[in-house]
């Protein structure tokens, strides 16, 4: 006999674990299935911080971040705990950056959001720290922060099974079949579940889910890593004098202030190799940390030696938007993928992926369309591939 449930939730990183928890929290019946330890570090969702803004490249992008920071808002207030610090942030153009400013300034004016264009005098004044080519740009909006990536989803794991959803970990998918009217059976750890709904949040195993429906999205894996600096100064770089910051040009890099611990974490963003979620190295690359020391060195001369490295996954779609929606053919079965920007918009996704699924329409101002499956992105063997954002 099947065990039965409204709802099963594949893959419990953010984006599911948010999603067991929305819908737990409106009293839905709710499977999470993990195929791995809840909490693991194969994925995305580890370590200790991601990026929280505003700023971002196309009006809608810069729409829903208001959601994301309400639905952040609620998860604090649903747990009684502090999830967002706001530190400031800089988005910083360099002459002849491949990243145009015009797309962040125009995508904030859109929605009425303050921000401030700095030269290098400006930065120098107000952040000492900084070490800018002259000509450069820095685009700084007030509201910009840090979320917790680990301590984030395991407060939205808690939460849902505080709800009454059922999480199962070391539990990995081996056959999903859609009954149409009458639901979908799924094999997972040696168990049959019969669900009403299913949703796939599997990151770098999504294909391996949706091939069960005999659908797959163009997506590549890539394994990238961070590195943490120890400033001989640790107070100057504190959240309070020290703001987020992403280089926008190619290569990107990405900071943070100190958190947690009295060092700065950094990355580059899109510069690792293809893998799979499965077939990876979990040992950082020499010459990768050698490229991001040396830019350190450059522009954030106190920041100090890197003292460790880890590496994570980025699962991207060729254009790098999101994938929000049912499968085509399978209506009973959204997806839900981040594609290497989407933590900051967790629990947003947890609540659009629990509309979806219950409903089959989001409450949201921001037209889901552009994030289906069927777009041509997704679709057309030769969309240009576009990473940078």
Known sequence: MADSFEYAVIG???????TAWQLARRGAQVLGLERFALGHERGASHDSSR?????????????????????????????SESFVTVTGGLDLF????????DDYTSSLAAWS?????????????????????????ALY?????IVPAARGTAAMQRQAVAGGAVLRDESAVTAVRDLGSGGLEVDAGGQTYKVRRLVVTADAWSNDVLRHLGYEIPLTVTQEQVTYFTPERPQD????????WIWMDDPSFYGFPTYGEPTVKAAQDCGGPAVTGDDRSFEPDADRRKLLADFMVATFPGSGPATRSKTCLYTLTPDRDFVLG??????????????AHG??????FGRLLADLASTGEATTEVDLHQFRLDRPALTDPDHPVSWLL
């Open 326 to 339: 049912a499968v085509p053919g399978h209506e009973n079965v959204v997806v839900g993928l981040g594609a």
């Open 51 to 79: 990026i929280l803004r505003h700023s971002y490249h196309t009006p809608d992008y810069v729409k829903l971040t208001f959601e994301a920071y309400d639905d952040w808002a609620t998860l604090e207030q649903d747990t």
């Open 12 to 18: 419990l990183g953010a984006l599911g674990s948010a």
């Open 237 to 244: 770089f504190a959240a309070e004098k020290f703001p987020v």
């Open 343 to 348: 933590f900051k918009f967790a629990p947003t």
């Open 141 to 145: 909006q007030e509201r910009t922060g």
């Open 94 to 101: 360099p002459p002849g950056c491949v990243i145009p400013p």
């Open 113 to 137: 959001l303050p921000y401030a264009m700095l030269d290098t005098a400006a930065v120098a004044a107000r952040w000492p720290q900084f070490n800018l080519p002259d000509g450069a740009q």
